[in-house]
C-alpha cells in the first residue's frame, strides 16, 4: 500500500490510538500534513478514557502546535466518520484504540498483526517505530521533509522515545531516518528533560525493589508498575551496575500487551538477540548487542500462555534462552572431525566492491545492511564481499585473490537472495555522503580452494571466531557447525539454508 492508493478519499481522519505517545502523534502528524498539501479535508483525533497527560507529550503538541483533537467515547463508542479512517501505530479493531465506524478503513502499523479483515493495511512489525514507516512512505511519494512545521521534528522524537532514546535502534531503515531528518534540537532536548514525573521515579524505585535474580545465570527480571517505556531503560540501565547481574529483563504491561527493555554486559549475550527470543511467536523485538528491547502482544499472548502470568513467563522464557546454546570459543576449542563431513564451497556468484576505489584510504565508514551495521576503516586492498543474503563481510586482497576468482559483470540488488526491502548501503562518516553497495558491485565466484568439515547442530551454540573475539556467530539446530580444513582452529557456523546453498559435500581426503 502507498499514500496514492489513499489519495481517492475525501474527507479523511487519521486516528492514533489511545492514550497516545509521540511515536503515533508523530506519524499522524506526518499523514495528515501530506494529505492536506493535497488538498483533503484531513482530521488528526484521538479517544480514549484521559486526555494526554505527560509533560513532554503536552509540550510536544504545544510547541508543534500539533492539530490533534480529543474525541470523548460516549458509552464506549465514537460517532462514525464520514469517507476515510486511518488507525496509525495502532489496528483497527485492536483493544488499544476507540475506533468509530468508518465508509472505509486503512491502517498504518509496526506492531505485530492483529486483524486480518482490512484490506488497505501495511504493518511492518521489524520497525523501530511508526513514524519510520510514515517517512518511507512520504519519501516514497516524492513529499519533502522540511521542519519548518515541525514535522521532522515530530518524526525524530517518535522513533527517540519508541526506540528508548535509540538504544533499542536496529532496523536499517529506522537508522536512515534518524540521520537525513531536519530537527529542531532545542525542542528534542526540551521534551527529553521533560520526560520524568515524581510518580514514575516512585515507580523506578519500587519496581527495583521487588526484583528477582537467577543465581545460576547471573540475571534478573523486573516487573515495573505502569510508566512510559524510557522508564523501563532507566531500570535496566541501573540493574548492570549491580556486580553479580549480568542480564536483566525489566517490563510492564501496557494497554495492549507488555513492552519489555533488554540489557546485557557480557559478550556471551547479545541483548537483541534475547529480546528477539523472547518475543518469538508473539510479539517483535530489537535493538543493539548491550541494549534493546521489545513488545509482546496480550491478545498472542493469552491464546499462548492462559494460565501463566507475565513474570512467570519471562523468568522461564530467561533461563530457557541460557539452556539452548553452548559456547564456544575459536583458538580453545578443540574440534573432533571424525563425525563431521567434507565439503566444498560452490561456484556460485557473489558480489564484491575494492573499496578503496571508490574512497578514499583512511576513511571511517559504516556499512549498513538488514542484518545491522559494520564499521571500519578504508583500507588498501579492502574488498566488500556482497553474500547470498545480502550480508556484507571485509576481507583483504590477499585473502580475496587466494579464495575468488573475479568476473567481469555487474552484480545488482536482484542477484541476491534478500528480502529487497534494503540494499547494502556504505555510509562516509568522515563527510556524511552514501552510496549502495550494488551501484559498483562485480561479481566473483569461489576458486574452489575453500574447504571445510561441517556438520549439522543438534544443539544451538554461540561461536566467537578467529576475527571477531567481542560478538558470535549463533547456530541453532539444523544450523551447520564447520571448521578449516587448513587451520583447525578456526571455527564457525552458517544457517542452513545458505550453507545448502554455497557448499557441496566431497568425498575422499584433502
Not at 474527507?11 to 492536506?36: E, K, M, S, V, W
Amino acid at each position: 500500500m502507498r499514500l496514492i492508493d489513499l489519495e481517492s478519499y475525501d474527507p479523511i481522519t487519521i486516528q492514533c490510538h489511545d492514550n497516545p505517545d509521540a511515536d503515533t502523534l508523530g506519524a499522524g502528524y506526518g499523514l495528515y500534513c501530506y494529505f492536506r498539501s493535497r488538498g483533503r479535508q484531513v482530521r488528526l483525533i484521538y479517544s480514549g478514557k484521559n486526555r494526554i497527560q505527560k509533560s513532554n507529550l503536552k509540550l510536544l503538541v504545544e510547541e508543534l502546535k500539533l492539530p490533534i483533537e480529543y474525541v470523548k467515547p460516549v458509552g464506549g463508542k465514537l460517532p462514525p466518520v464520514e469517507g476515510l479512517l486511518i488507525t496509525v501505530d495502532c489496528q483497527y479493531g485492536a483493544g488499544n484504540v476507540t475506533a468509530p465506524q468508518a465508509d472505509a478503513v486503512a491502517i498504518i502499523d509496526h506492531h505485530q498483526r492483529e486483524t486480518r479483515d482490512v484490506e488497505l493495511c501495511l504493518i511492518k512489525p521489524g520497525l523501530g517505530s511508526c513514524c519510520t514507516l510514515v517517512w518511507q512512505l512520504l519519501t516514497e511519494a516524492g513529499y519533502e521533509i522540511d521542519d519548518g512545521a515541525g514535522l521532522g521534528t515530530a518524526l525524530y522524537y517518535g522513533l527517540y522515545t519508541d526506540t528508548n532514546q535509540f538504544s533499542e535502534l536496529y532496523n536499517p531503515l529506522d537508522m536512515d531516518m534518524r540521520e537525513s531528518l531536519p530537527y529542531d534540537k532545542r525542542m528534542i532536548n526540551l521534551f527529553r528533560n521533560s520526560n520524568l514525573s515524581l510518580r514514575e521515579l516512585e515507580v523506578a524505585g519500587v519496581a527495583m525493589i521487588r526484583y528477582s535474580y537467577n543465581d545460576d545465570y547471573g540475571f534478573s527480571v523486573i516487573k515495573a508498575q505502569p510508566c512510559d517505556p524510557n522508564i523501563l531503560g532507566i531500570i535496566s540501565d541501573f540493574l548492570l551496575q549491580v556486580d553479580v547481574i549480568r542480564t536483566c529483563v525489566v517490563f510492564n504491561e501496557v494497554n495492549d500487551g507488555y513492552k519489555y527493555s533488554v540489557r546485557s554486559c557480557i559478550r556471551e549475550v547479545n541483548a537483541s538477540e534475547l529480546a528477539v527470543y523472547l518475543a518469538e511467536g508473539i510479539g517483535s523485538g530489537g535493538g543493539h548487542y548491550e541494549k534493546a528491547g521489545g513488545f509482546i502482544s496480550m491478545r498472542l499472548y493469552e491464546e499462548r500462555y492462559p494460565t501463566l502470568h507475565a513474570e512467570g513467563y519471562f523468568n522461564n522464557r530467561m533461563v530457557e534462552y541460557f539452556d539452548s546454546f553452548q559456547v564456544l570459543y575459536s583458538g580453545e576449542y578443540q574440534a573432533d572431525v571424525q563425525d563431521m563431513e567434507l565439503y566444498e564451497k560452490k561456484r556460485i556468484p557473489i558480489g564484491y566492491v575494492e573499496a578503496d576505489k571508490f574512497l578514499p584510504v583512511g576513511v571511517p565508514i559504516t556499512i549498513r545492511t538488514q542484518e545491522g551495521d559494520l564499521e571500519l576503516t578504508v583500507e588498501e586492498g579492502l574488498y566488500l564481499l556482497v553474500g547470498l543474503t545480502g550480508q556484507v563481510t571485509a576481507v583483504c586482497r590477499a585473502e580475496f585473490e587466494h579464495a575468488y576468482l573475479p568476473l567481469d559483470e555487474r552484480y545488482t540488488m536482484e542477484d541476491y537472495r534478500a528480502s529487497a526491502e534494503y540494499a547494502p548501503v556504505v555510509k562516509n562518516r568522515a563527510d556524511g555522503s552514501s552510496l549502495v553497495l550494488t551501484d559498483h558491485a562485480r561479481k566473483c565466484v569461489p576458486t574452489g580452494q575453500l574447504r571445510i568439515y561441517a556438520k549439522p547442530l543438534e544443539q544451538g551454540v554461540k561461536v566467537f571466531t578467529l576475527w571477531d573475539k567481542t560478538r558470535y556467530l549463533l547456530g541453532r539446530p539444523g544450523d551447520y557447525f564447520a571448521v578449516h580444513c587448513d587451520n583447525m582452529q578456526d571455527i564457525f557456523v552458517v544457517e542452513r539454508d545458505i550453507f545448502t546453498q554455497s557448499y557441496d559435500r566431497i568425498t575422499g581426503q584433502i
